[in-house]
T-cell receptor, first 116, second 112 residues
Framework: DGGITQSPKYLFRKEGQNVTLSCEQN?????MYWYRQDPGQGLRLIYY???????QKGDIAEGYSVSREKKESFPLTVTSAQKNPTAFYLC???????????????FGNGTRLTVT | RKEVEQDPGPFNVPEGATVAFNCTYS??????FFWYRQDCRKEPKLLMS???SGNEDGRFTAQLNRASQYISLLIRDSKLSDSATYLC?????????????FGDGTTLTVKP
C-alpha cells in the first residue's frame, strides 16, 4: 500500500541536541511538506519542497533545516537553535505539479518530539 | 489578521443535529480549498475538497464563495463518530504555489 511513513512515532531528546525526523513516501508525489502542531493550535508550515534539490521556507522555518536529495524522502532536522521544539510534527505530500494547485495533502502519522 | 480564520467553537450538538462551520480566507488568489478532519492526537485526514459549484458527500456539504472569500461545511444528521476537529485549508496561489495554510480548527462534539 502507498503512503507516508514518519519515524519514530515518539522521540525524546535533551535540550541542546539536534534531532532528525524521518519522512518517506511511496506515492510518487512531487511535493512534500513539514508542519508543526502545538496543543490546541492549528498546523504551521515549517518547510516545503516541490521538487528534488529545492525547498522553500514556510512560516516558522527558524531553528529547522531540511534536505530533498530524493523524491521519496524529506527529513527534518530540529536544531538546538529552535527555542521551543516540543511539538507534534507532521509530514505531508501532494501530487503537486507546476501550475496544478488542487491536489490535497496526504499526511503521515506524525512524530511527537519532547525536549527536556 | 490570520490568512485563514475559522469559527472558534467548540460546537456541542446532540445526535441528529445539523451543524455548520464557516471559514474565511484573506488571499483572493488562492486556488484550492479543502476540509480536513483531525481526531485527537492523530494526523489530519482529507474530508472533502471544496468546489465553486458546491459539492456534497453523503451527509456533508461544502460551499465556496470566492467573491466573499468564504468556505462552509454543513453536516446533517450528526453522528457520535463525527466528533473531531475540522480544519479549513486554503492552498496555493500564483505567487505562493505549493503552500497550504490551515485554519486553527473548529472542535465538534456530538452527544447522545
Amino acid at each position: 500500500d502507498g503512503g507516508i511513513t514518519q519515524s519514530p512515532k515518539y522521540l525524546f531528546r535533551k535540550e541542546g541536541q539536534n534531532v532528525t525526523l524521518s519522512c518517506e513516501q511511496n506515492l510518487n508525489h512531487d511535493a512534500m511538506y513539514w508542519y508543526r502542531q502545538d496543543p490546541g493550535q492549528g498546523l504551521r508550515l515549517i518547510y516545503y519542497s516541490q521538487i528534488v534539490n529545492d525547498f522553500q521556507k514556510g512560516d516558522i522555518a527558524e531553528g529547522y533545516s531540511v534536505s530533498r536529495e530524493k523524491k521519496e524522502s524529506f527529513p527534518l532536522t530540529v536544531t538546538s537553535a529552535q527555542k521551543n521544539p516540543t511539538a507534534f510534527y507532521l509530514c505531508a505530500s501532494s501530487m503537486e505539479a507546476r501550475g496544478v494547485y488542487n491536489s490535497p495533502l496526504h499526511f503521515g502519522n506524525g512524530t511527537r518530539l519532547t525536549v527536556t | 489578521r490570520k490568512e485563514v480564520e475559522q469559527d472558534p467553537g467548540p460546537f456541542n450538538v446532540p445526535e441528529g443535529a445539523t451543524v455548520a462551520f464557516n471559514c474565511t480566507y484573506s488571499n483572493s488568489a488562492s486556488q484550492s480549498f479543502f476540509w480536513y478532519r483531525q481526531d485527537c492526537r492523530k494526523e489530519p485526514k482529507l474530508l472533502m475538497s471544496v468546489y465553486s459549484s458546491g459539492n456534497e458527500d453523503g451527509r456533508f456539504t461544502a460551499q465556496l464563495n470566492r467573491a466573499s472569500q468564504y468556505i462552509s461545511l454543513l453536516i446533517r444528521d450528526s453522528k457520535l463518530s463525527d466528533s473531531a476537529t475540522y480544519l479549513c485549508v486554503v492552498h496555493g496561489s500564483y505567487t505562493n504555489a505549493g503552500k497550504s495554510t490551515f485554519g486553527d480548527g473548529t472542535t465538534l462534539t456530538v452527544k447522545p
